[in-house]
Each structure stands twice: as C-alpha cells, then as structure tokens.
C-alpha cells in the first residue's frame, strides 16, 4: 500500500513500526555481541590445539556489522519519516491536536500517558485525537 492509499492514523503510525523494528535489531545485535563474548572467552581458555574455530567468530561478527547497517538505514529512514510526521502536523491549525499526534506518533505515549500530560479525560484526548485525524486526511488529500 502506498503511502497515499493510507489513512492519516496508518501513515502516522509507520514511525512507531520502525521504531520497533531498530528495537529488535538492536536487542538481536546486543544477543550477538554476549555470543561473540562467550566465543571469545571459551577461545581463550581452551588450549592451543591450533583447531580453532575462529570461522564462527568471524560470522559473529559479520551478523552484528549487517545488523548494524539495517538499522542504520532503518534510523534513516525514521528520521526522514519523523520530518514528513512534523511537516504534516504543523499543517493541523488547532495547536493542542498538534500536541496530541506529537505525543501520540513522535513520542510514542500511550492515551493514558497523553491524557495525564495534558490534564483531559481520556475519551476527550480520543475525541480530539479523531477530530485531529480527519485534519490530517484533508491535509493529506485535499479535495478540488
């Protein structure tokens, strides 16, 4: 689906999905880093019977070097979905619907974190929060 099929709530939503993504790569890198650790320590206590296996160390690493590019590219790729997010939300005239999509797709708060910051009731941040949305779908797809 591209990005203009999606509604205003899909495509806010992509940063947090990426978001969670560089999570989980980063948890996989720290996985290899404490395999890559192990390796080295069990090399190092073993005697030399010159039948090292220094391969797997060596794929190890290799693993964490593209994981690191993936979420490099990942993060880049955040970033300039972050500026397109910012862009949009500027467009929304009201500043407190501003507020409530920045805590809500750059902050990544929950309602009841968003609800407490700005000191409403919860189904009145849901209110706002759909009023904002159809602001951000005309914004998106304005109509002749």
Not at 52 to 63: L, T
Not at 118 to 129: A, K, Q, S
Not at 134 to 142: G, L
């Amino acid at each position: 689906m591209n990005t203009q099929e999606m509604t205003a709530k899909e495509y806010l939503s992509q940063a947090y999905r990426i978001d969670q993504r560089i999570n989980s790569k980063l948890e996989q890198v720290q996985s290899l880093r404490n395999l890559a650790e192990k390796a080295s320590a069990a090399l190092g206590e073993t005697p030399n019977s010159g039948t090292r296996n220094f391969h797997r160390m060596e794929d190890v690493i290799c693993k964490m070097i593209d994981l690191e590019d993936e979420i490099n590219a990942d993060l880049n790729a955040l970033i300039d979905l972050k500026h397109e997010i910012v862009t949009i939300i500027r467009c929304v005239e009201a500043p407190d619907l501003q507020t409530i999509l920045e805590l809500r797709y750059l902050c990544f708060n929950t309602w009841a974190e968003i609800s407490v910051a700005l000191h409403l009731d919860i189904r009145w941040v849901h209110r706002l929060h759909n009023k904002a949305l159809n602001e951000v779908d005309a914004i998106r797809h304005p109509r002749p």
